[in-house]
């Protein structure tokens, strides 16, 4: 399940990609890659309905637990329920949605190593082996997010928060391994403006964006991990 993913720092503020967006820009002025997780802020695309033009927000990965809103609560919802599960069928369909925009993105898998201290002991230690999927001239890739604003006890303030669409994982990812059997659900630029709202559709036609993206020729390999 992608827990992580990364984006160019400039494209925090993106929120047309045919005005304000170009492949060449990847590398210019000061731009540098920003790695995001569950539990942190992230830059999320929706639209203003009061204003009628799409607009950047910050929000956590996760929505809080419980009544603190420092526990990360769920952070993904499956796109094939969230339309009839109480959890998320509110925010569905009142339009609270948006945009993630990345350049890459993780999947995990759980393996059972031995004790560090003990290499020839049986394989009981689990532990969790990234994946980054890097979707080369595809990118930047949008995927979709149910998003809310949750009150903070005693403060008077909004904590804004976001959860994840997943759909079935695509071949290439599950070709990998079999466990690794959900990913994002990206959407087609041209599908953006139905799922935010900006275009009249029914549910049951924004539903229907979320689909697996197959037929890609994206690079998948363990992520480096940062030397200690």
Known sequence: MCGKFTAMASWAAVVDFSRAFTRTSEGGGNDHVAHYRVGRPASVIVFDQENQERISVMMRWGWPKGRDPHAIGLFHCRSETLHKLPTF???????????????????ARDILRPPKNKPTA????K???????????DAPLGFAVLWDAFPIAGSGEL?????QCTVPANALIVSTDPQMDRMPAFLRYEDW???LGETDATLGEVQGLLQ??????W???PEKRAPK
């Open 219 to 221: 690079k998948i390999a």
């Open 127 to 137: 532990e969790t082996e990234q994946f980054e999927i890097d979707p080369g001239d």
């Open 212 to 217: 697996t993206m197959e037929g890609v020729h």
């Open 159 to 163: 904590l804004r928060a976001f959860i």
């Open 193 to 195: 403006t139905i799922w």
């Open 89 to 107: 069928r509110d925010q569905f369909a009142a339009g609270q949605r948006g945009i993630v925009v990345v350049r890459t993105f993780n999947e």
């Open 122 to 125: 049986p394989a009981t230690v």
